[in-house]
């Protein structure tokens, strides 16, 4: 990079910038709607995303460790599987982080209308965006800083919950009271498998946010030591954490109580009389909205920066401002959340779920192409890295790749199997459509060096690099057969060392269609 970042994150804000971007409206509120769908199954759904969480962190973070990129799985995807995979994924990452940004200030202005219900919804939306644009200005030990103190809120408060929980289940604070009946009067699976099997794409989303914390991890203090760590400790507060909260959930109420309209922990505490206990869970939920909505706007401007970087995004946003933040990208993305403005006025009640929906679908095929990806590299990259940096290592490699990867692809089919997510599904299918695409349309114009080059160009100048080595190589070893006594170095021709490589305009011209590695598979065009 020409350009360097600004000053680093140390571990702890490392981590609890993972627990921002995960810990967000997709729990709080988003519960309520895995809970209408499976009922208690959904504590099964949580703890079997919590593992798959762990092994996609371990994946990510072992490529971050062994080989440090701009632009994290974006980069590591087109190692994997080719220039066309690489540019779709990076950019359906960003269009999810548009959606996730999107479901965050959607729920945030749902949360706060508990206040103000005269004011209208798209003006929350509004307000916040341009709230956190100004935060997001900072530089990233300041943004690490705050990043942590929202997240800290939300830790807390899901670990106040559960103790409140507790004590309501051991009293007679709630009426009716809490208890274990209310568990297991109801049947495990309410709505039978295929219930369960469509909450799994709304629990995945709770989940999600993890590739923030590969986008972030350069910009860490000393990887090697504070990654293994920060995986480790994510998965496991985030797990618990989580289906902590959602068994006593189903402790304090029946799961049919439960729905889309409210979070269900405000539910919960309805019938409390607990002073304000209605008003401060709100509180912590919008905080933790705002803060997973904070973390991805981290994430999408770095990406577009890093795409910029790639020539796969116009190289006006490959620009950092003074304190080194991506600014022109950050506007950029944020400048959709307008957009999000003006669909909360028309559609305010279908919003949330259309957007969760369609980012949950395009984050689902960012977690297999890293799963897919590490399983690719790992051999590649692993004896190529430094010592340091062999510290940490997935379990169960490469069988744990494949069962992952089944998972998630099971996990985005059955989406398809809950009508109301079905908007979701379609809109979320025709956005990787459409980058597709894209792609083939603009791919003779994507280039790192100015962003107007022919992809193949590229690729042909890599080819020919190494094709120049391999002579270099051969003829160095003819030339110490011929003269033993001499260095490999001071046998090597000028004309080898100095020959400058062939204009690749004329080789395109003279073969158009050359071979090229399109979305993992190696294809040859007919030739006319």
């Known amino acids: 990079m020409s350009e360097q970042r600004s000053k680093k ?10 627990l921002g971007s995960i810990i967000g409206a997709g729990m709080f509120l988003g519960a309520g709607l895995t809970l209408r769908a499976a009922g ?24 971050s460790l062994l080989d440090p990129e701009e632009g994290s799985f974006q980069s590591y995807a087109g190692k994997a599987f080719g220039t066309g995979t690489g540019f779709v994924i990076g950019w359906l990452y960003w269009i999810s982080g548009i959606l996730t940004m999107s479901s965050e200030v959607t729920a945030a202005a749902i949360f706060s209308g508990r206040w103000f219900p005269s004011v209208p919804q798209w003006m929350f939306v509004i307000g916040f965006a341009l709230a956190l644009t100004a935060l997001n200005l900072i530089d990233a030990r300041g943004f690490g800083k705050a990043e942590s103190a929202l997240s800290i809120v ?24 809490a208890g274990w009946h209310n568990l297991s009067s109801a049947p495990f699976f309410p709505r039978g498998t295929a219930g369960f099997a469509g909450s799994l794409l709304l629990v ?13 991890i350069n910009q860490s203090e000393k990887p090697a030591k504070t990654v293994p760590k920060v995986v480790l400790a ?17 402790l304090v109420n029946p799961w049919s109580v439960y729905n889309a309209s409210a979070s269900p922990y405000v539910l919960s505490l ?7 206990a209605l008003d401060i869970m709100n509180f912590v939920i919008l905080t ?21 970087d790639k020539g796969e995004a116009p190289k006006y946003f490959f620009r950092l401002n003074r304190k080194k933040v991506p600014l022109r990208a950050l506007l950029f993305s944020n400048a959709f959340l307008l957009g999000v403005g003006i669909l909360s006025y028309f559609i305010p009640n279908q919003l949330y779920l259309l957007v969760t929906g369609a980012s949950g679908l395009l984050s689902l095929v960012n977690v297999v192409t890293i799963t897919f990806a590490h399983w690719k590299l790992y051999p590649r990259l692993a004896p190529q890295a430094k010592e340091e940096a062999r510290v940490f290592h997935v379990v169960g490699y ?11 692809i099971f996990i985005f089919l059955s989406a398809f199997a809950l009508p109301d997510q079905r908007p979701s599904f379609i809109l979320g299918a025709a956005l990787i459509i459409l980058m597709g695409v894209i792609y083939f349309a603009v791919r003779t114009k994507l280039g790192p060096e100015t962003g107007r080059l022919s992809a193949r160009t590229a690729e042909w100048n890599t080819r020919t690099k190494r094709q120049d080595l391999r002579t270099e190589e051969r003829t160095q070893e003819h030339n110490q057969e011929q003269n033993p006594g001499l260095h490999p170095a001071a046998t090597a021709t000028q004309e080898t060392l100095h020959t400058p490589a062939p204009d690749p305009r004329e080789t395109l011209r003279s073969d158009p269609y050359p071979e090229k590695k399109l979305f993992g598979f190696r294809r040859r065009r007919n030739r006319a």
Request: aromatic share 14%; hydrophobic share 60%.
């Open 234 to 250: 994510t998965s496991i507060l985030v797990t618990l954490l989580y289906v902590g909260s959602l068994f006593l959930l189903l």
């Open 270 to 276: 309805q019938s409390s009389r607990i002073p304000f």
């Open 288 to 308: 933790a909205a705002l803060s997973a909505m904070n973390a991805s706007m981290f994430g999408v401007s770095r990406m577009l920066y890093a795409l910029a």
């Open 204 to 216: 995945f989303y709770a989940y999600s946010g993890t590739s923030v914390v590969g986008l972030a």
């Open 9 to 18: 994150m140390s571990g702890f804000s490392l981590t609890m910038t993972a």
């Open 154 to 177: 939300k830790v807390i408060a899901l670990i106040g919950f559960i103790i409140l929980g507790i004590v309501l289940v051991f009293t007679s604070w709630l009426q009716p009271p």
């Open 398 to 408: 490469p069988v744990s790749n494949f069962l992952v990867g089944a998972i998630f």
């Open 40 to 63: 208690p199954s959904v504590l099964l759904a949580y703890a079997l995303l919590g593992i798959l969480m762990y092994f996609n962190l371990s994946f990510l973070a072992e490529l």
